[in-house]
């Protein structure tokens, strides 16, 4: 698994798609996708973030949703936005969705083969 991250509209996507060849359709786009569908056989999962986000208000463990992925799709490339730098929200569940998905990030960091930090559609290699 490759983990790539940077900030909002940094280029991420384009990115990853010059690095590794991808072609367009094997990305699964979590922002405007039904969770769960197609997951499985994704080569590039974007916007990670926000399956997160929709795991936790449907209820669901996004911990173990993304465990359970990365067992059936270890080879998966998973691009995700940094959501913790700012101010910090006044709504509990804004600032339990930054924390999970913090500490998601860091447990996937340790575990990837690749870790890149996109800024500016500039890759920086973090492992």
Same mark, same amino acid.
């Given at each position: 698994?490759? /983990? ?8 991420? /996507?384009?990115?990853?798609?010059? +690095? ?25 999962? =974007? ?5 997160? +986000? ?6 669901? =463990? ?5 465990? =359970? ?6 080879? /998966?490339?998973?691009?995700?936005? &940094? ?10 569940? *804004?600032?339990?969705?930054? &924390? ?9 960091? *340790? ?13 920086? +290699?973090?492992?």
């Amino acid at each position: 698994m490759d /983990l790539y991250i940077g900030g909002r509209a940094q280029g991420k /996507l384009t990115y990853v798609l010059q +690095k590794t060849g991808v072609p367009l359709g094997n990305v699964y786009d979590a922002a405007e996708a039904a969770p769960g569908c197609a997951l499985a056989e994704t080569k590039i999962l =974007n916007h990670f973030h926000i399956l997160v +986000k929709t795991l936790l208000q449907s209820g669901e =463990n996004p911990e173990e949703v993304t465990r =359970n992925l990365l067992s059936t799709n270890p080879g /998966l490339i998973l691009i995700s936005d &940094e959501v913790g730098n700012g101010i910090v929200p006044v709504d509990a569940g *804004e600032r339990e969705y930054r &924390e999970r998905l913090g500490r998601i990030l860091c447990d996937l960091a *340790e575990k990837a083969e690749k870790v890149e930090r996109v800024l500016c559609g500039i890759g920086q +290699k973090i492992k």
